[in-house]
C-alpha cells in the first residue's frame, strides 16, 4: 500500500485477505517481524518481503 495511515492501511489489507484470514495472517506478520524484521538488526537479506519492503534498503 501507499498509505500512511493506520486505519487505512487496515481497510486496504482487509479488502485483500479472504474472509477470515485478518487474524492469521496478524500473527504471521507479528512472527515476522521477531524472527527476521527486528528493530535493532533487521535480516534483510533473508526477508521473503525485501523487495516490498520501503526499508529494506536503508
Given at each position: 500500500t501507499t498509505e500512511t495511515d493506520p486505519v487505512r492501511i487496515e481497510h486496504e489489507?482487509?479488502?485483500?485477505?479472504?474472509?477470515g484470514e485478518l487474524g492469521p495472517f496478524s500473527l504471521r506478520l507479528i512472527l515476522h517481524g521477531r524472527r527476521v524484521c527486528s528493530a535493532r538488526?533487521?535480516?534483510?537479506?533473508?526477508?521473503p518481503l525485501a523487495d516490498?519492503?520501503?526499508?529494506?534498503?536503508?
Open positions: 489489507v482487509n479488502r485483500m485477505l479472504p474472509p538488526r533487521p535480516r534483510c537479506g533473508e526477508c516490498l519492503c520501503p526499508s529494506a534498503s536503508v
